[in-house]
């Protein structure tokens, strides 16, 4: 059983910056892509980001060129770097890991963009 546990989330104004730290249990951490969701209030779970165990990278196009994912395989932990943050990325912020068959989730991390 993998467990996912986010952290750094927070209330943070327009135009600020957040950094969203996943850190996950279980072996083989390298070779499963990780990946963050969000999801606002009324609205569906959404992808925001993925790497994938070669560090090819994708993201939605509402946060790309501001938001970075990045992977440290010798801490099993993945990143969020969030940039140019906006009222509209406030959301709670999953990790998720891909293996065969299923994903696993964490409990996810609260961000609010507000002034």
């Known amino acids: 059983q993998v467990q996912l546990v986010e952290s750094g989330g927070g209330l943070v104004q327009p135009g600020g910056s957040l950094r969203l730290s996943c850190v996950a249990s279980?072996?083989?951490?390298?070779?499963?892509?990780m990946g963050w969701h969000r999801q606002a209030p009324g609205k569906q779970r959404e992808l925001v980001a993925r790497?994938?165990?070669?560090?090819?990278?994708n993201y939605a196009d509402s946060v790309k060129g501001r938001f970075t994912i990045s992977r440290d395989n010798a801490k099993n932990t993945v990143y969020l770097q969030m940039n140019s943050l906006k009222p509209e990325d406030t959301a709670v912020y999953y990790c998720?890991?891909?293996?065969?068959?299923?994903?696993?989730w964490g409990q996810g991390t609260q961000v609010t963009v507000s002034s």
């Open positions: 790497i994938f165990s070669n560090l090819n990278t």
């Open positions: 998720n890991q891909m293996q065969p068959g299923r994903d696993y």
């Open positions: 279980g072996n083989f951490f390298s070779i499963f892509a």
